[in-house]
Structure formats: structure tokens, C-alpha cells
């Protein structure tokens, strides 16, 4: 069966420090992965996907990356963290390309405040 | 603009009644169309899922109902248990975004004992 591990769980950093999210996806090859955010008591926001081994999309202009070094990991960055990135952060994972209607499958999240 | 509505931020029911989660869209190109359960500081977890060629598709106490003419999707518990308690999402997708999910803001489910 697939699985899906993201961490750390919670993070507080200082506002200008540096930022990274890892996410790896278990049990499945060729994965499309995606990078959601998710303030408190709203909806999801799409920040990244891939479909590939280096193939990013960015969803929305901000002061993150998203880089995919291997298959089945994906890494959420930024150099200088501002007080509007905190929020909950999930990683999602697929199996089919998003041109094809398809279920996607969360991680556990990561809770980040920037103080 | 496009949108996900859902009616109802939040909704509260007896343990054993039956819960009903109503979600409205705008676009009626979208084809596909997802129910998520995410529970107090969890990642969302799939619920059910149903393509616009059909108009009901039932799960394990679960029900989706499509409703195309109205552009109305539903979500329908049986006998809701405490353990249902969460917020629930409506996405919605279609080949015109690059399938990408449009999310709802969630309806919240309390289930009182």
C-alpha cells in the first residue's frame, strides 16, 4: 500500500529564517506531488505540483520553492521566511496526471509559525 | 467567478441520526467531484469521489448525490458516530484548470452524544 510521510509536524521559526518541508511518498513509482496550504479554518490552497523529477508548477507568487530531487520526495523551501507564510502545509500525492480527473491523498501536515 | 459554496458552515446532529452536507459549484464544465474528511490538525482523508456521468454513488454509511441541473453535490452520513465529527470538504475539477482541485471552505460536523 502507498504511503505518505511529511515532517517535521510542527515547526516555529523566526521571521527571515530559512524554511524546509520534506515529503516522501512510499509504494507507488511516478507519483504526481503537491504542496497545499491551509490557513486556519479555510480551505486549501494549491502552492506546487509535479508531475515529474524536476518538473515544478507554481500555483501562486511567493517567497517559496518547491524542489523534487527525486521521485518520490518533494521539498518545500524558502530562503526568508515572512510572518505570512505560518500556516498548515500538506503534501498530497496522485496517481494519475492532473490532466485526468483524479483523487489525491494527504500527508499528516506540517504546522509552521513564524514569530 | 468559479466558486465552491457550501451552505452550511457548520452542522450539528444527534449520534445515530443521518448528516446531510450540502456543497453548491458554479462551473458546469467541472466533472468530477471529491468529498474530504479532515479532523482537528490532520491532513484531509479521501471520502468518496463521483464522476458527472453518474448522480449517486454510495460508500461504507456514505452517499454522494450529483445534481447537475442545479450544479448541487451532497454528502449523506448514515448514522453519523462521534468519530464522524470533523470538517468536511468539497473539491471540484474539470479538464479546463489543468485538473486542478477548486476546494470549498468546509463545513464542520459536531455529532453530540
Known amino acids: 500500500s502507498q504511503t505518505i510521510h511529511q515532517w517535521p509536524a510542527t515547526l516555529v521559526q523566526p521571521v527571515g529564517s530559512p524554511l524546509s518541508l520534506e515529503c516522501t511518498v512510499e509504494?507507488?513509482?511516478?507519483?504526481?506531488l503537491y504542496w497545499y496550504r491551509q490557513a486556519a479554518g479555510r480551505g486549501l490552497q494549491l502552492l506546487f505540483y509535479?508531475?515529474?523529477?524536476?518538473?515544478i508548477s507554481s500555483e501562486v507568487p511567493q517567497n517559496l520553492s518547491a524542489s523534487r530531487p527525486q521521485d518520490r520526495q518533494f521539498i518545500l523551501s524558502s530562503k526568508k521566511l515572512l510572518l505570512s507564510d505560518s500556516g498548515f502545509y500538506l503534501c498530497?500525492?496522485?496517481?494519475?496526471?492532473?490532466?485526468?480527473?483524479?483523487?489525491?491523498?494527504f500527508g499528516e501536515g506540517s504546522w509552521l509559525t513564524v514569530v | 467567478g468559479e466558486s465552491v459554496g457550501l451552505h452550511l458552515p457548520t452542522l450539528s446532529v444527534q449520534e445515530g441520526d443521518n448528516s446531510i452536507i450540502n456543497c453548491a459549484y458554479s462551473n458546469s464544465a467541472s466533472d468530477y467531484f471529491i468529498w474530504y474528511k479532515q479532523e482537528s490538525g490532520k491532513g484531509p482523508q479521501f471520502i468518496i469521489d463521483i464522476r458527472s456521468n453518474m448522480d449517486k454513488r454510495q460508500g461504507q454509511r456514505v452517499t454522494v448525490l450529483l445534481n447537475k441541473t442545479v450544479k448541487h453535490l451532497s454528502l449523506q452520513i448514515a448514522a453519523t458516530q462521534p468519530g464522524d465529527s470533523a470538517v468536511y470538504f468539497c473539491a471540484e475539477t474539470y479538464a479546463g484548470n489543468n485538473r486542478k482541485l477548486i476546494w470549498g471552505l468546509g463545513t464542520s460536523l459536531a455529532v453530540n452524544p
Open positions: 509535479s508531475v515529474g523529477i524536476g518538473q
Open positions: 498530497a500525492w496522485s496517481v494519475l496526471p492532473p490532466l485526468s480527473g483524479n483523487t489525491i491523498y
Open positions: 509504494g507507488t513509482s511516478n507519483p504526481n
